[in-house]
Every structure is written in C-alpha cells, then in structure tokens.
C-alpha cells in the first residue's frame, strides 16, 4: 500500500452507489464513476492487477452497503468493454489488468507527440518514451513498460513505426514514419 | 381481478351495450371526480370498484363492466382516464394530473427527509396515497432520472439522483 491513504470520493458513501442502477442513463453514470474509481485506485497503489475476490473497493463498511458478486460482474464486464481492463484469465475472469490508459489512447498521444517533436524518421528507445526529458506532462509518461510496448505494437501494426532490440529492454528502440 | 368473488352485474346489457357502458362511464365519472381530488389525481382500479360498488349497494357492477366503462372515458372527455403502468398496476387517472410534477414533489420530499431518503411508505403517508400507488409514482420518477435507489436487505430507498452531479475532485 502507499504511503498516504487513498481519498475515496464523495459518491463512495452514497448509498445508492453500491446498487446498480435499474434506469440505464442513471447506470451508465454510476458505471463511468466506479470505473474512474477503480482505475484511480489501483493507479495511485501502483497495483496491476484487480483480484476481483480480493478487491476492497467492493465494500463500504462505514456506510454498511456492498456490492454483491453479480452487481461485482456488470461493473468487471463494463471496465473490461471500456478498454481500461483485460482479464488475465477470460474463463474464470478472477483476475483482471488493469489499463490506466488505453493502449489505443497511447498509441495515437505517441505518435502524435512523435510527430510534433521531430521524432518521424528518428528513433528513440523505450525508455526515452516513458522517462526523457522530452515526454515531460505526456500521457505516457512513467507510463509502464508493458503498456507502452501494447502502445507501439499498434502503431507498429498501422504501420507507423518499427521495433528492434536493445541490449536491455529499456534500450529497445522505436522508429518512427 | 376480483371474478372469483362472484360479482356479475344485475342489469341486462346485451341489447343496448353501448349506451350501458357510456352511461356508466358518465356515472363513474361523476362519483369520481372529488374522490380523485382527494387523493391527489390518481385511483386504482381496485379502489374504484370498492368505492363504487360500496355506494351503490345494489346493482353492482362487475370488474369487467367497470374496465369498459372507464375503457371509454378518454374518448367522452370526462375528465379522467385509465391508465397502465408497466408494473401492471392500473388506475383511474385525473387528465390534470402530471407525472413531472408528481416526481420534482417526490424529489422535494426526499431532499428535506432526516437520511434524505424515501420509502414507498414515506412518500405514501406524505402523500395520503396508498403505498402502492406511491411505490408507483417512485418508480416513475426514477425512470424520469429525479430520483436513485438503494437496495437492502430492509429494502428499498429513493434517493435524490446525485449521480448527474458527481464530479471526482482531486
């Protein structure tokens, strides 16, 4: 856990917060906040993984309500429809990445950044993608590693940039077109 | 509905069924409109019968005749309909009566309760409804987005929707 404790948000001791909402426009409201909590959660403790048995946002025992494990699944299955989560093990769908940022959002900030920077027809490796100087306010910055290079193969796949090793992995570089 | 009870009607209807219903429907109509306002716009279909039948003493109508007779009041403008709702329940329905309206008063009353919550039973005594007619209202102004629910073991609240004003604040 991280140093200072997390600050759960004013709708988390709202009661109806942990029904899920019958009427979809007031559904899709209360998925989009327990979305933006899960993944606030979990970036701000540097968790990767939600262990969906294990995760202690399901319940607020100050205002003594819970989800229960089918309410536990509609928010899983939007969060994972959203793009912000990807099962792990689809089967059983117990343990779930969790994806701050969508590899597709990356993609496109990369290279767009890429692109702006001077970086088209250039190379720069990973490391210099989620640490340099020049990446300084950008949405992939301190970005992890794992995420970044979903990032870059999409964009090597819209064929706008190639990978080859590095003598480390952080070393790998990335052209750009 | 309440067929089993053996309620028929006593007067002969085949020859003039159209008048018959058009009368009735007049006559409920009538008997109807302060007890409507009474009760805040809004009847079952239940009520109706009791409170019609009870009046009447004799010549009772049956739950069929009733359901014809207010079947026609739209089209005769007598100031009051039938009306479903998507629970099934139906009621006898006063035209000034507006759903919006019902639901903001419902909101209100939420807003200014001690857990800023509804029961149905809440919203009934507030309203001098009956429960089931309130638990009606609830869940119309829910589906208008006015008011959330909370789910329990000890049941159901209505909530003020705050979900349309939830912001993160960082």
Known sequence: MGGRDFEFPEFYSFPPFFTIQPVLATR???????RE?????????K???LVVHDCPLWKNTSIGRELDTQDIQVIMADLVQSGHGEWEDPTVQTRCRILWRKPEQLASDI??????NGFVGSVCTVYELHSGEDVNGMSFQGADEELLRRALEILENQGKCTMFKGDTSS???IKFY | MLQDMGMTSALTKSDHRGDYYTTLARQLADF????LKQAGGLLTLTDVYCFFNRARGSNLISP?????????????NLGMSLRDFPSGLRVVQDESFNDEKMAKKLLVLAEHSPEECLTALDASRALHISALLANEQLLSAERMGYICRDVTLEGTRFFPNRFNDFKWIS
């Open chain 1, 171 to 173: 070393e790998d570089g």
């Open chain 1, 47 to 49: 968790i990767k993984t």
């Open chain 2, 32 to 35: 109807l409109r302060p007890k």
């Open chain 1, 111 to 116: 290279y767009e950044w890429a692109q702006s």
């Open chain 1, 37 to 45: 909590l899960i993944l606030r959660y979990h970036t701000e403790y």
């Open chain 2, 64 to 76: 069929e005749d009733l359901l014809q007779a207010v079947s026609c009041m739209k089209e005769l």
């Open chain 1, 28 to 34: 899709e409201k209360q998925l989009n906040l327990w």
